[in-house]
């Protein structure tokens, strides 16, 4: 797997767990299309890749989990089919021999509202929010982001998070389209209403949970649907407050990757804080017979990035702070 996109020639040693990973499916029952920016989009495709990818993750029977970064859905799709699409998409991943995590996305919330998108995920949470974490193996924890936390899309109308989103959309993108950047400079081109932003209480979860897992002395894995990095990410697909949250987590050394959806063109960068930034590339824009799934395997000292078609491979090793 990867040979063809540069799989890396590490020291081979047997990894503490290895888990698939696949972003944006994006499934519709429709024709193909393309993307704002002129990208193909294939919407009945993207089921394909995915059982292709389940197929090869249960031959692989050592994988602990998946992870799908979200939009498991396209907003294109008919809403009157939304919540059986949902739920077929969902029966694709369970065919896994083993947990599934899902993050969601603002094509998530474009068809289902949180109270029905959650429960069919198997997110368990307090009040609708779609953050958690796990630890698969003592030496380490995932933590999983909600993005949309703080969001136009997904809570009702007159939600005070709902509200909150919409006042700062207007704030900061004077466009009557608030998912249109333009006029927006740099930076400002992520103030989008297909974004979102982790709220006050989140962030204080966050810290709790980086100082645990700091005492624990475990290794952090963060994954939200939009990019934190500048350097890996279209500005357009930045979360909206990426800079505070990374501000959190550059208080300290326990986190060492970052892995996110969102900007289907993939993307990867290291952070001035040794933070490794994964962006992956979407299943929805391959053609026909093409993939882009992938899994790592998790050591001490790396994760390393097994990427199949579009996905590209990436060997990750861990900067000591001595190295910064």
Not at 112 to 126: C, E, V
Not at 191 to 208: C, I
Not at 214 to 227: F, G, N, R, S
Request: net charge negative.
């Amino acid at each position: 797997m990867g040979s063809a996109n540069g799989l890396i020639n590490a020291e081979r040693k047997q990894p503490l767990f290895s888990f698939g990973l696949i972003s944006d499916v994006q499934y519709a029952d429709i024709p193909d299309g393309r993307s704002f920016l002129g990208v193909p989009r294939y919407y009945r495709h993207s089921i394909l890749v995915l059982q292709r990818a389940v197929k090869h993750w249960n031959t692989n029977k050592n994988h602990k989990f998946v992870i799908n970064f979200g939009d498991i859905v396209d907003g294109y799709c008919p809403k009157d089919q939304s919540l059986n699409t949902v739920k077929k998409i969902v029966n694709e991943f369970e065919m896994f021999n083993g947990p599934v995590y899902h993050l969601i996305g603002n094509h998530c919330l474009y068809n289902l509202p949180r109270s029905k998108l959650l429960p069919l995920l198997k997110i368990k949470s307090f009040g609708s929010h779609a953050y958690y974490e796990f630890s698969p193996v003592p030496e380490y924890r995932f933590v999983v982001l909600d993005g949309y936390d703080i969001s136009a899309i997904g809570w009702p109308q007159d939600h005070p998070k709902t509200l909150e989103a919409l006042k700062f959309l207007r704030e900061k993108n004077p466009n009557d389209d608030k998912n249109s950047p333009t006029g927006l400079v740099g930076l400002e081109r992520r103030f989008l209403m297909f974004n979102g932003a982790v709220g006050k209480e989140q962030m204080e979860w966050l810290n709790s949970v980086l100082q645990e897992a700091t005492k624990l002395e475990q290794k952090v894995v963060i994954c939200c649907h939009m990019p934190l990095d500048p350097a890996a990410s279209s500005n357009e697909a930045l979360l909206w407050n990426y800079d505070e949250v990374m501000d959190l987590i550059h208080r300290y050394t326990c986190v060492k990757l970052c892995v996110s959806g969102h900007d289907h063109k993939g993307g990867y960068s290291v952070d001035s804080h040794g933070i490794h930034h994964r962006v992956l590339e979407a299943a929805l824009e391959c053609p026909a017979g093409t993939d882009s799934f992938g899994y790592a395997e998790v050591f001490d000292d790396r994760i390393s990035l097994y990427g199949t078609g579009r996905m590209l491979s990436k060997d990750i090793y861990f900067h000591s702070s001595a190295d910064l």
